[in-house]
T-cell receptor, first 116, second 112 residues
Framework: GAVVSQHPSWVICKSGTSVKIECRSLDFQATTMFWYRQFPKQSLMLMATSNEGSKATYEQGVEKDKFLINHASLTLSTLTVTSAHPEDSSFYIC????????????FGPGTRLTVT | AQRVTQPEKLLSVFKGAPVELKCNYSYSGSPELFWYVQYSRQRLQLLLRHISRESIKGFTADLNKGETSFHLKKPFAQEEDSAMYYCAPDPESGGGADGLTFGKGTHLIIQP
């Protein structure tokens, strides 16, 4: 089946630094990828839609300068949390949609970000 | 905007008992809905979708337009069903290709 990977799975960084999270579709091409954020014991909240070769679309309330998204190829999207602060600590999950199949999103395992 | 409500944050039932996880939607048109499941320490995965009318792992969900509901049901719960369950509308039924807007989720606990 379709597999989505994320790297790293867990990262700790100091306040003020930037962190890049990668999302890859391993066995299919994804023209569209999505980034979600999940706080402990809460549901996933959509942050942005990442389209290959174009600018990402951000949900209301998500700072695009804070969460930089790049979708440079059909198998890779990256999320960079710039100038991270402790309140950015969360679980970040990506998903990818198979360009050649019916609508279904395949989810990555998530990346736990802890900002100290 | 398409919205779903999952009124129960936590549902605990005994093994072998019937399970019903509630999901109500609040938008017009022809709704298409999903149920996603997240087992402990595993990634989120699609459980079933309304349009396919499948039964996955013994779970079924029927769209009830009169009650605007898409409840997830299983006649006999198993311990391995313990997980977080999320209801979500199909973004494409709204004419777009947006990401998923999940309900708040229901934590299902199956007691032995």
């Amino acid at each position: 089946g379709a597999v989505v990977s994320q790297h790293p799975s867990w990262v700790i960084c100091k306040s003020g630094t930037s962190v890049k999270i990668e999302c890859r579709s391993l066995d299919f091409q994804a023209t569209t990828m999505f980034w979600y954020r999940q706080f402990p014991k809460q549901s996933l909240m959509l942050m942005a839609t990442s389209n290959e070769g174009s600018k990402a679309t951000y949900e209301q309330g998500v700072e695009k300068d804070k969460f930089l998204i790049n979708h440079a190829s059909l198998t890779l999207s990256t999320l960079t949390v710039t100038s991270a602060h402790p309140e950015d600590s969360s679980f970040y999950i990506c998903s990818a949609r198979d360009a050649g199949g019916p609508y279904e999103q395949y989810f990555g395992p998530g990346t736990r970000l802890t900002v100290t | 905007a398409q919205r779903v409500t999952q009124p129960e944050k936590l549902l605990s039932v005994f093994k072998g008992a019937p399970v019903e996880l509630k999901c109500n939607y609040s938008y017009s048109g022809s709704p298409e809905l999903f149920w996603y499941v997240q087992y402990s320490r595993q990634r989120l995965q699609l459980l079933l979708r309304h349009i396919s009318r499948e039964s996955i792992k013994g779970f079924t969900a029927d769209l009830n337009k009169g009650e605007t509901s898409f409840h997830l049901k299983k006649p006999f719960a198993q311990e391995e069903d313990s997980a977080m369950y999320y209801c979500a509308p199909d973004p494409e039924s709204g004419g777009g290709a947006d990401g998923l807007t999940f309900g708040k989720g229901t934590h299902l606990i199956i007691q032995p």
